[in-house]
């Protein structure tokens, strides 16, 4: 039978459309995969256009204890909870420090921070890792008090503010780096108290929300004069005054949300998504989730992690401060399954598998 030759560019359209499991799989194929499926930027990029254009993107998480340690767990998986259901990642470089802060995913590219001082960025998938430039301000004792990640596609960048502050000194020190300028550039912000040490990315802006119960946004795309902007949270949240506790998230249908409860009440968790951005009336409850009380306010519910629009929360829970474990739950099927972590520091973010990478 003769052979068919398929045009490479064929080959390379059809590729585009398959998982990233499957392609890392292909590199044994032949030089040319390897070196396509690896190396070829256009390829990382438009096999990930694709996968978020088709929406088969898979809602992972990556969490990480102390060592440090990393696993990740698949949120849409029916045996979330099973010891089976999760898998370890190691590290492709020696850990400088024992004490790792997960600053935030963008593009299936992760970026961490050792001692508050070392960032690196590391896609899990591949094993590309790259160490970034130190912060321009001298690393506080105290650690950072918020931070987050995000891109730009308009100019291909990724962003990284970090926010520190003494508590002892009344100092803050703050920077944003920028993977096209390979730089970091101080900023002159007033650090806030939130519930969150990573902010939430939606418009090409972070979120957090203030123990106040104020939601600041920090819009990435500024140039020269950074700065926060406040936007308001439901009314019945916002009038509590600080008697509420609670997460910001986006939900699949890209809207703000958010996860809160009442010191009053930490025993029912209210789930709310912002219909039209920065529109304090658009916000819309979607539904409650009720548990049975836990001793402690703060023993519950730590930090939500996504929301979407069938009721899947995933979060972060605390029980009696012995550990701390990953909570997936439907509210409309009255399920709850618990993914533990034996361990009293456990950090976490989202994260979606690609090949794409940060070069100079």
């Known amino acids: 039978m003769e052979e068919a030759n398929l045009p490479e560019e064929m080959i390379v359209l ?37 996968a978020r254009d088709r929406k088969t993107l898979d809602h992972t998480l990556i969490y990480s204890v102390k060592g440090p340690r990393f696993g990740s767990l698949d949120l849409g998986t029916p045996s979330f909870g099973d010891p089976s259901s999760a898998r370890n990642l190691n590290l492709p470089f020696q850990s400088p420090a024992p004490a790792v802060a997960l600053l935030g995913s963008c593009n299936g590219i992760v970026f961490l921070a050792f001692d508050e001082k070392i960032v690196y960025v590391w896609n899990p998938s591949t094993g590309f890792f790259k160490k970034l430039p130190h912060p321009v301000f001298s690393p506080i004792e105290n650690g950072f008090l918020i931070y987050g990640v995000g891109y730009l596609p308009a100019t291909d960048d990724y962003r990284v503010l970090v926010v520190s502050v003494d508590c002892i000194d009344d100092k803050d020190g703050a920077a944003v780096y920028s993977s096209r300028a390979h730089a970091w550039k101080t900023l002159e912000v007033a650090a806030f108290s939130s519930f969150s040490f990573e902010g939430t990315l939606l418009k090409e802006a972070l979120h957090w929300l203030s123990i106040r119960n104020e939601i600041f946004a920090f819009d990435l795309t500024q140039q020269e004069e950074y700065k926060f902007r406040k936007m308001l949270p439901p009314l019945c949240v916002g009038d509590d005054n600080g008697q509420n506790h609670g997460h910001l998230g986006v939900s699949a249908g890209g809207c703000l949300s958010l ?7 930490a025993d029912c968790i209210h789930v709310w998504v912002m219909r039209e951005y920065d529109v304090r009336d658009s916000w819309t409850k979607l539904f409650n989730l009720k548990f049975d009380p836990p001793k402690e306010p703060w023993d519950y519910i730590h930090g939500a992690v996504l929301v979407v629009e069938t009721g899947m929360v995933a979060g972060i829970i605390v029980h009696n401060n012995y550990y701390r474990g990953l909570v997936k739950i439907l509210h409309n099927e009255d399920k709850c399954s ?23």
Do not use: G, M
């Not at 194929?29 to 256009?49: C, M, N, T, Y």
């Not at 618990?338 to 940060?358: A, G, M, P, T």
């Open 14 to 50: 059809i590729l585009t459309w398959l998982p990233v499991k499957s392609l890392l799989r292909f590199t044994c194929v032949s030089k040319r995969f390897h070196s396509i499926i690896l190396s070829d930027p256009k390829f990382a990029k438009s096999q990930f256009e694709a």
């Open 338 to 360: 618990l993914y533990k972590v034996e361990d009293i520091w456990l950090d976490c973010i989202q994260y979606q598998e690609s090949l794409l990478r940060i070069d100079d």
């Open 259 to 265: 996860a809160c409860c009442s010191t009053d009440a």
